[in-house]
């Protein structure tokens, strides 16, 4: 008996009667919305209108690699490179995707060279920070890896060396910056596509691996996983919802399958509101091993005539490859594959830094991303599980 049958018989048992079987029956035959199938076009060519010098300093996470090609897509000549401890496994891997940098006697060389306008890092988290109040002390724009910054106490500093130099304090927040589907799913969200966004819910795998240093087990070097992997989503909840204010409203952290290792965090999630909606946010380090890419970001945006969901990185289901955007509005649902969509922050960030703009980033945006998760960590509550 199939599923429509054994509702009827339910329905019959239990004395509902025809007005239920009737309602049923105009459900089943209602029309039902087009769906249809796309690959969203790259957009205009983001040629570089400006040129700068800048210098690499940390590899300690290989996010450096991907953010130095963004700059470099922008119009950036990387003029030097610097690895704390002088790590040659590091160098030698930044300069065979990146070319014969050279590497840099110290960081004051970088930081004493006129000709540098920007510095991009990625040291160990808590190290990051006192970098960049550096870099911004000498006159030059900052690019850190997130997080960027892992205390309510940094931030305070952060913000006090924004206002008194005058310099940018750029987070890379990647999986929104770096992923062509969440760039297009700005795009159909400033058009309008799915009226008012009202929530946004952020699902972030990630998968530990193997060969982790002894930092990344440690949350007071790397700020717990909220104020880790969790400042993508709050960065996401932001942009999307268009929030200039917000907080946050519930919190919970916990270290359920690594008790090894005490001082980890593998899970985590966090409810916000702002001005413009609210947002959830879950972050855990369980990606089995059964799937083929380091976890399956996924990204929901529900506005009050629609909802956007992304696929970041795979589609478990069989669609090949990353960047798969799903949406439905009053007339239909569609399928957009966006990897050709082209990814603008290299080009954007480097003519703010030419030109004193914001478009590639918001600096207050881009902070208050930090406070919600620092907030968030700070007042996490334990699961009983952990």
């Not at 240093?213 to 960065?235: C, E, K, M, N, V």
């Not at 990814?343 to 991303?369: K, N, W, Y």
Request: contains cysteine.
């Amino acid at each position: 008996m199939n599923d429509l049958a054994s509702r009827r018989a339910f329905l019959m048992a239990a004395g509902v009667g025809g007005a239920a079987l009737a309602g049923e029956a105009v459900a089943q035959t209602a029309p039902q919305g087009t769906f249809s199938q796309e690959v969203a076009a790259p957009g205009p060519l983001l040629t570089p209108k400006h040129k700068i010098k800048f210098a690499v300093i940390g590899l300690d996470h290989y996010h450096i690699m991907s953010m130095t090609a963004a700059v470099k897509r922008g119009g950036g000549e990387c003029a030097f490179v610097y690895a704390y401890g002088n790590d040659q496994k590091q160098l030698a891997d930044f300069r065979k995707q990146h070319g014969d940098v050279p590497v840099a006697a110290s960081i004051d060389q970088i930081l004493n060279d006129k000709t540098i306008a920007l510095v991009a890092a990625a040291p160990i988290p808590d190290q990051r920070v006192p970098l960049g109040l550096k870099v911004m002390a000498a006159g030059k724009d900052y690019l850190s890896d997130k997080p960027g910054i892992i205390s309510l106490e940094q931030l305070a500093q952060v913000r006090a060396a924004v206002k008194a130099t005058g310099r940018k304090y750029a987070i890379m927040y990647s999986e929104r910056l770096e992923v062509p589907a969440a760039i297009k799913a700005g795009e159909l969200v400033k058009a309008g596509a799915i009226g008012k966004v009202v929530q946004t819910v952020n699902l972030a795998p990630h998968r530990i691996g193997t060969g982790r240093p002894d930092w990344f087990w440690d949350t007071a070097r790397y700020g717990g996983i909220l104020t880790d992997i969790g400042s993508h989503q709050a960065d996401q909840f932001l942009f999307y919802t268009g929030s200039k204010t917000a907080k946050v409203v519930a919190s919970q952290t916990g270290n359920i399958a690594n008790k090894d290792h005490p001082k980890f965090e593998d899970f985590g999630d966090l409810t916000a509101v702002g001005d413009g909606g609210t947002g959830y946010v879950r972050v855990d380090w369980y990606t089995p091993d059964g799937l083929g890419v380091w976890g399956d970001g996924r990204l929901f945006i529900l506005g009050t005539e629609g909802y956007i969901e992304l696929r970041k990185y795979i589609d478990p289901t069989g669609r090949p490859g990353a960047n798969h955007l799903l949406i439905v509005d009053r007339k239909q649902a569609r399928y957009i594959d966006c990897n050709q969509v082209q990814l603008p922050f290299g080009p954007q960030f480097v003519a703010d830094i030419v030109e004193r703009t914001s478009v590639a980033q918001d600096q207050a945006q881009a902070l208050l991303a930090a406070e919600l998760v620092l907030t968030a960590q700070k007042n996490a509550a334990r699961p009983v599980l952990s």
